[in-house]
């Protein structure tokens, strides 16, 4: 993993920001000396080398400022939603282009057993049982940049059924043992409801046995998704019309790979790479599977099944679930990409200003280490653009919007040709499309 070092003249540009956004983010803080905490904690996080531990930051012989940290830290009972709520406000109003909301899995292994959340449990990522805190950030992304705004910390059983556990580590009564994907959907259901945010597309992998409840509670709230899922995931279709009986089901790889003949080229260029790359699409409709635990079948939510092939693959290998419907393929595999970006973020800008490094135990000490990372993550990034607003598209209107209104996208510069690629004319229907 990369450590960020920067030049002088860069860390006081950044000391500079900082202070703007101090004023723009804490202004929720009563105190002016948890204001004046904060901007010490954010300055460490970008300017301390190695590890971002409250004790590096303080700097060695500062013991009465470590003492201060630690207490604004783990134990000052700030709120960090208004912090998180006006960043993402705000990233709103200067992201260049932001597309969608992306959930990013965060795995943090740990050697102990104290640290709040931490278990042994499998994990989808690592792809074996692990010790470990499992963790989601929400991400405001465009193809240009992403940034995190929200993280939920989940919480294996004992630390939820364990009195003394939950007490120790200060986790507040109303929080459950849910999985991560369920813990993320709150998060955005509540985001969605209070936060006076944009209405976008979300996008998120989801496994098999979490999809019913995905679906069903972005559909409650009209929320637009597009859910990465396994190829052996069961997906009923068919069964409109006299002459189609059904429905059908089968895994979406078999589905998919049935309408090959279908497929469409898209030539796109990947996030952090300068190469072009092809990819070949298709889609299917498909039929919403109903949650098991939902006493009353909840109303048919028309999908999208989407697969992918590799220019050379035989087989298609990836496959996403939406519920966009009136979007092209070639906008709706840009949306699904944007986890790439996300990716390439976290490792390059939110993993050096010590987003994994937190070893506080309190459940409110993770959270307000998380949301101070997810602050200088956007300084970090805004600074490297001179914080220059931008503006951005017009949101997606979602299945709430009225009768008639179309989605209108914003306008684009010419794209470059990938080398070999003959320019198209005027008034030709093209045989490949193009994104970024």
């Not at 954010?42 to 930051?57: D, E, P, Q, W």
């Not at 009209?222 to 089968?250: C, E, N, Y």
């Not at 966009?324 to 790439?340: E, N």
Request: glycine share 8%; proline share 10%; net charge positive.
């Amino acid at each position: 993993m990369a450590r960020l070092v920067l030049p002088e003249d860069s860390t006081k540009e950044i000391s500079e920001l900082i202070d703007v956004l101090i004023s723009l983010f804490f202004e929720s803080l009563p105190r002016r000396d948890q204001r004046n905490w904060a901007r010490v904690y954010l300055n460490g996080l970008v300017g301390t080398a190695g590890k971002k531990t409250i004790r590096n930051i303080a700097g060695t012989g500062a013991s009465s400022v470590e003492q201060s940290l630690q207490q604004f830290i783990s134990k000052s009972p700030w709120d960090w939603t208004p912090v998180r709520r006006s960043l993402a406000q705000h990233l709103e109003r200067t992201a260049q282009r932001p597309l969608a909301w992306v959930i990013q899995p965060m795995v943090v292994e740990k050697a102990g057993d104290r640290s709040v959340g931490v278990g042994r449990q499998f994990v989808p990522q690592l792809g074996r049982t692990a010790n470990c805190q499992q963790a989601s950030g929400i991400w405001l992304a465009s193809s240009e940049a992403s940034f995190p705004v929200e993280w939920t910390l989940t919480l294996p059983g004992p630390w939820t059924s364990e009195l003394l556990r939950r007490r120790r580590a200060g986790i507040p009564d109303t929080a459950r043992s849910l999985t991560p994907a369920q813990d993320a959907v709150h998060a955005v259901q509540r985001m969605a409801a209070s936060w006076q945010l944009q209405r976008r597309p979300v996008v998120m992998e989801v496994a098999n046995s979490d999809l019913p409840h995905c679906i069903e509670s972005f559909a409650l709230q009209d929320i637009p998704f597009v859910f990465k899922v396994d190829g052996t995931l069961p997906v009923s279709f068919g069964g409109a019309g006299r002459h189609k009986p059904g429905p059908h089901t089968a895994p979406a790889r078999e589905l998919i790979d049935s309408l090959r003949s279908q497929r469409r080229v898209v030539e796109w260029t990947r996030h952090g790479r300068a190469e072009g790359s092809v990819t070949l699409l298709t889609s299917a409709a498909i039929l919403a599977t109903p949650c098991e635990d939902r006493p009353v079948p909840a109303p048919p939510t028309p999908l999208l099944l989407v697969g992918a092939w590799t220019e050379a693959a035989m087989l298609p290998s990836e496959f996403w679930i939406t519920n966009i419907g009136d979007r092209p393929l070639a906008q709706l595999f840009l949306l699904a990409k944007l986890t790439d970006r996300v990716s390439l973020d976290f490792s390059d800008t939110c993993e050096p200003v010590g987003i994994r490094d937190f070893e506080g135990r309190s459940f409110r000490g993770w959270h307000h280490h998380a949301t101070l990372a997810s602050v200088a993550h956007a300084a970090m990034l805004l600074g490297a653009r001179g914080h220059r607003p931008a503006p951005g598209p017009l949101a997606y209107p979602g299945p709430s919007a009225r009768p008639g209104e179309q989605t209108v996208l914003p306008p684009r510069p010419p794209r470059p040709l990938i080398p070999g690629q003959t320019p198209r004319l005027p008034g030709q229907t093209p045989r490949r499309e193009y994104i970024r």
